[in-house]
């Protein structure tokens, strides 16, 4: 009976020095991440920069042929795979993401650290049997909340049922977090959004991780970068103005202020003198009028020319031989 307890002892005591050491390992990579930082995975092994409690579950599928890799993983039972050194406060990722089987289950976790799953944010997509998606806060099964809710409660999960996850399909997300917003983008348009009014941040909330439940699911062309934000495009300089030809404006036309405008253009006139003299005076751009061959010539808006001696011609136009009728022009 001593024999069995001291070996359930030893084992304990075993089992712990390995979970210890493994998490010091964990904590001592705590140096500040030189960014930016890329890993397509195009090697047969993890290496020196990633760790995880369940190591074995995670592997790089390597093509000797290609020269090509991609990070898979299943059965990890949120063991997550972290990435060793520290992420900048304000910060972007991209990478990646393959489902190969339909629960989809995509995972992965921001501002952890490094040592545990649900120590930071945690991001799924198409969990629980592909049926929604969330960005929780320090857990993955806290209260689900709106976006009024959700500045008022610390721990709050926002979720949708939108996108599910295509089996086989590159989904690229780009995951945003800038003061107190988490932006979440997914194959290039906004798709989730977090707003936390107490940021996780500093000592504890350093770290990246990719995460698994039992999933079959692998990662590809990571990416992280500082966050900057886009520069203002600068507006191209306005098109000059078309060159327009400038024209003489015609002379102006003298009037009284009693004299209405007139609708067309001045009619034809003649003179006294020339009437008395029998010649017949017609100008450059006349607008005559002519009913009938038979009837006198009636002009327009003849009135107007009263105050400056001009009388009406009454003289039939057979009377006339020197004046002929001219066709209307067009407007």
């Keep these: 009976m001593r024999s069995f307890r001291f070996l359930c002892f030893a084992f304990l005591l075993i089992s712990s020095l390995m979970w210890g050491c493994e998490g010091c390992e964990i904590q001592e990579a705590s140096t500040t991440l030189k960014v930016p930082f890329e890993d397509n995975f195009d090697r047969p092994s993890l290496g020196a920069m990633w760790s995880s409690e369940m190591a074995g579950r995670w592997r790089i599928q390597f093509d000797e042929r290609t020269k090509q890799g991609r990070l898979c993983v299943e059965q990890a039972r949120n063991n997550p795979l972290f990435l060793r050194g520290a992420l900048p406060r304000d910060v972007v990722v991209e990478f990646d993401a393959y489902a190969q089987e339909k629960d989809g289950d995509v995972k992965i976790e921001l501002f952890t650290d490094g040592r545990f799953h649900a120590t930071g944010y945690v991001l799924a997509h198409g969990g629980w049997h592909n049926a929604m998606s969330i960005i929780d806060r320090l857990g993955e099964h806290n209260r689900d909340c709106s976006a009024k809710e959700q500045n008022a409660r610390a721990n709050c999960r926002r979720w949708t049922r939108r996108e599910k996850v ?31 009014p107490q940021p996780l941040e500093g000592k504890g909330h350093q770290f990246f991780a990719f995460s698994n439940w039992i999933a079959h699911v692998c990662f590809d062309n990571l990416t992280i970068r500082p966050y900057a934000p886009e520069t203002a495009r600068k507006e191209a300089p306005a098109p000059s103005p078309a060159r327009s030809i400038a024209t003489p404006s015609p002379a102006p036309v003298p009037s009284t202020p009693s004299d209405p405008a007139p609708s067309d253009p001045a009619p034809a006139f003649v003179a006294p003198s020339a009437v008395r003299s029998g010649a017949v005076l017609v100008p450059a751009q006349p607008k005559i009028h002519v009913q009938s061959n038979s009837q006198p010539l009636r002009l327009h808006n003849a009135d107007r020319f009263r105050h400056l001696g001009i009388q009406r011609l009454q003289t039939p136009l057979q009377a006339r031989p020197a004046l002929q009728a001219q066709p209307t022009p067009q407007r």
């Design 166 to 196: 295509i089996i086989g399909k590159g989904h690229h997300w780009k995951v945003i977090r800038h003061g107190e917003k988490l932006l979440w983008y997914l194959d290039g348009k906004l798709f989730m959004r977090y707003d936390d």
